[in-house]
């Protein structure tokens, strides 16, 4: 029996991005059916993402869970579908498992605070611009790891971004201080951007280097009071629920926050493309950041960053269906639950 020790990876900002590059979809067919080449795919898969099990008995159960994922993810790709699949650090997981450990960091809409203006567009639809995309204002991926902290990653973002257009200085804001002082959120077990941003109105946010993340075991400490703020929000908008028009709009102008459901196995291993599948759901169970727009092979999407490291999806990225409709709540729900502050 071998006797191994679990293994956590508390990086804040994940490096390597491409250890699966070489496994390309028919390398997978190859392996598939064939027990020496899968277990040799699940070791280079445990080395590249510090993997390591307790016993002999889950090394084996996580096995079994890897080979039925890699016949999800080749099944998946031969049907030529807009997007793709992959080998992630999530591929030894259940749907369940993955979603029972990863999501749930937020809190359903009916808890939404209504302190938040509505937003009003203030362009005309069809003058927008083709594309959009607000990465050269953005800093690095980051990795939420194991706390329900999505809320907080995605607002935190859209407020650097905010301060950043205002003043056209990159910062780091402290996620940390979300986590253990906002206290109308809850912490690593979820909340909403909003609040966020409500706190952040009464509360300056503090640099990352003065008041770091700690919290990526999924515990978060006691808030801190020793770090200076340097950051306010003065006021933030809600974008009307479902219409994508104006989404758009609000995207032309700034990044934005939102939510969607990513509890489906299309998200867990998604590695490229643009997620079209209306079987992504509409239960809202993730924040992440949207970062632009535009179009590709004809096809309309949203530009999205996810809080999981660059090892998941296109190096930390995503790309979602868009349509041009007024009352269209999109799909993985992405056009229900939209934000943005102001600093």
């Known amino acids: 029996?071998?006797?191994?020790?679990?293994?956590?990876?508390?990086?804040?900002?994940?490096?390597?991005?491409?250890?699966?590059?070489?496994?390309?979809?028919?390398?997978?067919?190859?392996?598939?059916?064939?027990?020496?080449?899968?277990?040799?795919?699940?070791?280079?898969f445990r080395?590249?993402?510090?993997?390591?099990?307790?016993?002999?008995?889950?090394?084996?159960?996580?096995?079994?869970?890897?080979?039925?994922?890699?016949?999800?993810?080749?099944?998946?790709?031969?049907?030529?579908?807009?997007?793709?699949?992959?080998?992630?650090?999530?591929?030894?997981?259940?749907?369940?498992?993955?979603?029972d450990k990863y999501l749930g960091g937020f809190v359903n809409k009916e808890f939404w605070p209504k302190h938040c203006s509505i937003y009003k567009s203030k362009y005309t639809y069809s003058d927008l611009p083709k594309s959009v995309d607000?990465?050269?204002?953005?800093?690095?991926?980051?990795?939420?790891?194991?706390?329900?902290?999505?809320y907080a990653f995605s607002a935190v973002q859209q407020i650097q971004s905010s301060y950043t257009q205002k003043y056209g200085k990159l910062i780091d804001l402290s996620e940390e201080q979300v986590v253990e002082c906002s206290k109308k959120n809850n912490g690593c077990g979820g909340g909403l951007m909003t609040s966020v941003d409500e706190y952040a109105m009464s509360n300056p946010l503090c640099l990352e280097e003065d008041y770091p993340y700690t919290s990526g075991n999924g515990r978060a400490g006691d808030c801190q009071t020793s770090c200076?703020?340097?950051?306010?929000?003065?006021?933030?908008?809600?974008?009307?629920?479902?219409?994508?028009?104006?989404?758009?709009?609000?995207?032309?102008?700034?990044?934005?926050?939102?939510?969607?459901?990513a509890s489906t196995p299309y998200f867990q291993m998604y590695s490229g493309g643009i997620i079209d599948s209306d079987k992504c759901g509409t239960d809202l169970d993730h924040a992440v950041f949207l970062i632009g727009y535009g179009t590709e092979n004809e096809i309309d999407y949203w530009l999205l960053r996810n809080s999981w490291g660059e090892s998941w999806g296109d190096n930390g990225t995503f790309k979602i269906l868009r349509s041009n409709s007024t009352d269209d709540m999109g799909i993985c729900g992405i056009a229900m639950m939209a934000s943005f502050s102001v600093v």
């Open 1 to 44: 029996m071998y006797l191994l020790k679990i293994v956590i990876k508390a990086m804040m900002v994940t490096s390597f991005c491409s250890a699966f590059e070489f496994m390309s979809n028919d390398h997978l067919k190859l392996a598939l059916g064939n027990p020496d080449n899968e277990w040799s795919l699940f070791e280079r």
């Open 47 to 99: 080395e590249d993402f510090g993997k390591a099990y307790d016993n002999f008995d889950e090394m084996r159960d996580r096995f079994n869970v890897f080979r039925q994922n890699l016949r999800t993810i080749v099944t998946h790709n031969n049907e030529n579908r807009n997007f793709t699949l992959g080998v992630n650090r999530f591929t030894d997981l259940t749907n369940e498992e993955y979603s």
């Open 134 to 150: 607000w990465t050269n204002i953005l800093g690095p991926i980051l990795n939420q790891e194991q706390c329900g902290a999505c």
């Open 228 to 261: 200076e703020g340097v950051v306010t929000v003065e006021s933030c908008y809600e974008i009307e629920e479902n219409n994508q028009q104006q989404l758009k709009d609000a995207v032309y102008g700034q990044p934005v926050s939102v939510a969607i459901d």
